[in-house]
């Protein structure tokens, strides 16, 4: 017997189910199941328990995917805030010396920034001597130094890279360098990706020097007098002359007396330190220099070849002039 009973929003059928088991042996039993029917209209009801019913069974309901207004959309990533300082020392470039730029890359986030490249500009009146990062190479020119970075740079890191250059006897200030920062990734902030720097270049001094040996009348010695003058514009405080002398090709002179300036040997060569040196009023440094212990020295007859090389510089003030700063002779002795 099947009894039938409505229920709100659907038809509830109660049945009763029998079987024959094995062996003549029946076996009665009551089942009771709900079962859902959809009435006409399309209405449906809802189970004990709150599932959602009018689908086919087995099937699980799905999330709807999507807004309204379209398909979902992937959050964007975190933006990077790069930024890029630049200084150069000594903050006076001296012609002929060393200058130095340090550049310094930073990532402020929150996002990392995506293969970044550094490209710095070094004016054409310094000539790259060095740069200490591997990775860097020089750009379309040889001034142009490039950095590209291997990875992202996660917000928070920094780096740096320092460039070493000579600076041009004949350079006139100021030096202009740059640096400027690139990324493939977005960066909210990119006023701060560039930097630059200016460098006034000193007049410096133009130093002279002429050199006069002779041979002493024991013929076991060296006379040299040496002339410096400095031609201006700036005095010179710290003017070093360094001589080197050879007796037939091998550094054996020694010194005996030095006026004129305070002298001391530095390996093969001797080191004078000068007084300072005032535009247009020369100095004179005499040296007496021996050779002990030659073997040909000591005989009248034998003549030995000696070889002077004298050279004067400032380590703080540039020469533009350079060529007159080093004198040669050769004598007998």
Same mark, same amino acid.
């Given at each position: ?6 229920? =709100?929003?659907?038809?509830? /059928?109660? *049945?009763?189910?029998? $079987?024959?088991?094995?062996? +003549? @042996?029946?076996?009665?039993?009551? !089942? ?90 070094? =004016?054409?009146?310094?000539? /790259?001597? *060095?740069?200490?990062? $591997?990775?860097?190479?020089? +750009? @379309?020119?040889?001034?142009?130094? !490039? ?187």
């Amino acid at each position: 017997m099947l009894t039938e009973h409505w229920k =709100p929003g659907g038809l509830v /059928v109660m *049945g009763r189910v029998s $079987a024959r088991v094995a062996a +003549g @042996a029946v076996f009665s039993a009551l !089942i009771a199941a709900f079962v859902v029917v959809t009435p006409p209209g399309g209405a449906t009801t809802e189970p004990p328990g709150g599932a959602t019913t009018g689908q086919p069974a087995g099937t699980a309901s799905e999330a709807p995917v999507g807004t309204a207004s379209g398909p979902p959309k992937k959050r964007a990533a975190a933006s990077a805030d790069l930024s890029v300082a630049m200084s150069a020392t000594p903050t006076t470039a001296q012609p002929g010396h060393m200058v130095t730029y340090y550049v310094e890359v930073r990532n402020a986030g929150p996002g990392a920034a995506v293969l970044p490249v550094l490209t710095v500009k070094i =004016p054409t009146q310094v000539t /790259v001597i *060095g740069v200490n990062v $591997a990775t860097c190479r020089p +750009g @379309a020119t040889l001034n142009e130094v !490039i950095c590209p970075s291997s990875s992202d740079i996660p917000a928070g890191d920094r780096g740096g890279v320092t460039i070493t250059g000579l600076v041009r006897h004949g350079a006139r200030g100021p030096l202009h360098a740059t640096a400027a920062l690139t990324t493939t990734g977005h960066d909210d902030k990119p006023a701060n990706n560039t930097a630059r720097v200016d460098t006034p270049v000193d007049e410096g001094a133009d130093l002279t020097l002429r050199l006069s040996p002779h041979a002493t009348p024991s013929r076991r010695a060296i006379s040299i007098t040496m002339t410096i003058t400095n031609r201006g514009p700036r005095n010179v405080p710290d003017a070093h002359v360094q001589l080197r002398t050879t007796l037939d090709g091998r550094p054996q002179a020694k010194l005996v007396q030095a006026t004129g300036g305070r002298c001391r040997t530095a390996g093969a060569r001797l080191d004078c330190r000068l007084p300072t040196l005032r535009p247009g009023t020369p100095a004179r440094l005499k040296l007496l220099l021996a050779a002990p212990g030659h073997p040909r020295a000591a005989s009248i007859k034998a003549t030995v070849k000696a070889t002077v090389k004298a050279t004067v510089h400032s380590p703080s003030l540039g020469d533009r002039r350079p060529a007159d700063n080093q004198a040669k002779a050769t004598l007998r002795i």
